[in-house]
T-cell receptor, first 114, second 112 residues
Framework: AQSVTQLDSHVSVSEGTPVLLRCNYS??????LFWYVQHPNKGLQLLLK??????LVKGINGFEAEFKKSETSFHLTKPSAHMSDAAEYFC????????????FGSGTQLTVLP | ETGVTQSPTHLIKTRGQQVTLRCSSQ?????VSWYQQALGQGPQFIFQ???????GRGNFPPRFSGLQFPNYSSELNVNALELDDSALYLC???????????FGPGTRLTVL
């Protein structure tokens, strides 16, 4: 079985300051890991994915995430927040043992203050 | 390249009715997955179709059923609607089973 835990339901940062969204995962196999973003009343947009290549993954809009197997973590970071980054962020695991269905975390709401 | 599209955008039904939601996958994609996202929660996997066959199913009752057509578009059917079926229904397509999934904008279903 696979699962994802997003450690913060809400994160608030000031514009121009760093962003850290935390995610821990559990999987019986070598997983693929993703971060998706959802703006209000919109679908899900892929930010980045990890598939057992480089442990530091760069995504769109300046986001990146580091896969740490020893800590079973896949935290999302950005050096400098923009107002447009305000959205819901989902950490997601894909497990080859279950038809690669995606299992989503409960989400982290990011607020960016002016 | 056309992305994933879904119709309708919004839908209001009453308890006990049946509903059909539609999804057109991204050009070149042969795998479609459906997810249910209740308010304030992450999406939950309903089922996946690969080349017109169901390829995996989440923890949803049989009144949730689906189809995939030769052009890889897909339908989600829900019978005997319940109030708890109110949610955003998301469709995602990919090129291969296990590849990155690209999501449509969703259909907001309200059951009264």
């Amino acid at each position: 079985a696979q699962s994802v835990t997003q450690l913060d339901s809400h994160v608030s940062v000031s514009e121009g300051t760093p962003v850290l969204l935390r995610c821990n995962y559990s999987s019986s196999y070598s997983p693929s890991l993703f971060w998706y973003v959802q703006h209000p009343n919109k679908g899900l947009q892929l930010l980045l994915k990890y598939t057992s290549a480089a442990t530091l993954v760069k995504g769109i809009n300046g986001f990146e995430a580091e896969f740490k197997k020893s800590e079973t973590s896949f935290h999302l970071t950005k050096p400098s927040a923009h107002m447009s980054d305000a959205a819901e962020y989902f950490c997601v695991v894909s497990d080859p043992s279950s038809a690669r269905q995606l299992t989503f975390g409960s989400g982290t709401q990011l607020t960016v203050l002016p | 390249e056309t992305g994933v599209t879904q119709s309708p955008t919004h839908l209001i039904k009453t308890r006990g009715q049946q509903v059909t939601l539609r999804c057109s996958s991204q050009s070149g994609h042969n795998t479609v997955s459906w997810y249910q996202q209740a308010l304030g929660q992450g999406p939950q996997f309903i089922f996946q179709y690969y080349r017109e066959e169901e390829n995996g199913r989440g923890n949803f009752p049989p009144r949730f059923s689906g189809l995939q057509f030769p052009n890889y578009s897909s339908e989600l059917n829900v019978n005997a609607l319940e109030l708890d079926d109110s949610a955003l229904y998301l469709c995602a397509s990919s090129t291969l089973v296990g590849d990155t999934q690209y999501f449509g904008p969703g259909t907001r279903l309200t059951v009264l």
